[in-house]
């Protein structure tokens, strides 16, 4: 690929990494924090297959997006009831 390219991707991810991440501190409910982390997570996992690492990618996709959102969401659920957000 173009290198040109690459960094242009490489730093719209970052963007994405970041936003998500000031989004997840600032949110007001809860579970708007967690749809960030898992946004989060996300967006390192793709900048880990930018990086031409597929397997921390694919690590970070099952772990740090999807498997760590649904314990947040189980906790939450288990915590607030079935709104998942306080009242």
């Known amino acids: 690929m173009n290198g040109t390219l690459v960094f ?3 730093t719209l991810v970052l963007c994405g990494i970041v936003a998500s991440a000031i989004v997840a ?7 708007d924090s967690v749809i960030a982390l898992a ?8 900048e880990f297959v930018l990086l ?9 996709a099952s772990v740090g997006a999807v498997l760590s959102t649904i314990l947040y969401i189980i906790a ?6 079935r709104k998942g957000e306080q009242e």
């Open 8 to 10: 242009v991707l490489n």
């Open 25 to 31: 501190v600032k949110a007001k409910k809860i579970i």
């Open 39 to 46: 946004a989060t997570g996300s967006f390192v996992a793709l």
């Open 52 to 60: 031409q690492a597929p397997d921390v990618a694919i690590a970070e």
């Open 76 to 81: 939450l659920r288990k915590v607030y009831g």
